[in-house]
């Protein structure tokens, strides 16, 4: 980190109301291609440059006291690119989640694969599994991989389940599709994070981003760092949560 990032992030942290962090922050991490592709190299070699910002936005969230990262990894709709390079972010993932296992143990942090678990190759499976497995009891951030996830995928599966289990019509609730989600212990996004210029949500976290509040930024993923966090939290702390209500009804109940 250059002498001037390093003074930002100062001066970032020291604008950062720390009763006031949000809890779930989900993120679209977009731009690997475009970032590889402005150096002459090959996408996945921006993939990998990808995964290892992770670590510095993980455990930097942690240290903040966030709750909860859901990072958007792989959606459902991406399995329709090249084979290859399919293939080589399923790699990528499998690597990462068995490099990174000890790091986030050593940590606190909790891990969880978010999506359509079941489709995904074994070996991932199994490695996940064991993450979750050591991690489970652990006292910090709880980092949510969302592999194979679609927003929509998500709801569909949750209504699947509802009426395997037979309930009638009029017993649907927003909090009973709510428990059927794929994990249903995470609360509601409350900051969405897109990278790289895109300002849309492609189907992530549809159902629990009712109510968050979106931040696009141009900085693709593998520039985003803690800086970038840190601007994505203030811009967060500087929005006036409504949830329907008007101003004067906030903060008096
Ligand atoms: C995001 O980067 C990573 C995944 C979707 C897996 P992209 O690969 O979408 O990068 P761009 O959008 O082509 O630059
Ligand atoms: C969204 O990025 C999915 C992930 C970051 C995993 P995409 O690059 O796939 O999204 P679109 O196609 O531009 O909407
Ligand atoms: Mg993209």
């Known amino acids: 980190m250059t002498e001037t990032r390093e003074t930002l992030r100062t001066n970032l942290l020291n604008q950062i109301d720390h009763d006031n962090i949000p809890a779930h922050i989900g993120i679209i991490m977009d731009g690997n291609g475009r970032w590889a592709k402005s150096r002459g190299k090959t996408r996945i070699h921006g993939h990998q440059e990808g995964a290892r ?20 990894a792989f ?6 690119r090249p084979s290859f390079e399919v ?3 399923m790699r990528l993932i499998r690597a990462y ?16 694969l978010v999506g359509r678990i079941e489709e995904l190759a074994p070996e ?3 490695q996940a599994e064991i993450s979750t497995e050591l991690m489970k009891n652990n006292p910090g951030l ?4 969302c592999i194979n996830y679609g927003g929509r995928a998500e709801i569909v599966d949750a209504v699947k389940k509802i009426i395997n289990k037979g309930f009638k019509a009029d017993q649907v609730t927003e909090e009973l ?10 609360p509601d996004v409350d900051l969405m994070v897109r990278t790289s210029g895109e300002m849309r949500t492609s189907n992530f976290h549809l159902w629990r981003s009712a109510y968050s509040e979106l931040y696009f930024t141009p900085v693709l993923w593998p520039d985003f760092d803690d800086v970038e966090l840190l601007n994505a939290i203030l811009a967060y702390q500087n929005r006036e949560r409504r949830f329907g209500k008007i101003s004067e ?3 008096k109940e």
């Open 142 to 145: 709880s980092l949510n991989l």
């Open 124 to 126: 991932i499976i199994k």
């Open 177 to 186: 599709i709510s428990g059927h989600l794929y994990w249903p212990e995470l």
């Open 97 to 112: 989640i068995v490099r990174e296992r000890n790091d986030l143990h050593a940590e606190g942090v909790k891990f969880r």
């Open 75 to 80: 959606s459902v709709e991406n399995w329709a």
């Open 53 to 72: 910002r992770v670590k510095t936005v993980v455990r930097f969230a942690n240290d903040l006291g966030v709750r909860h990262i859901s990072l958007y």
């Open 249 to 251: 009804q906030l903060g």
């Open 87 to 89: 293939s080589a972010l």
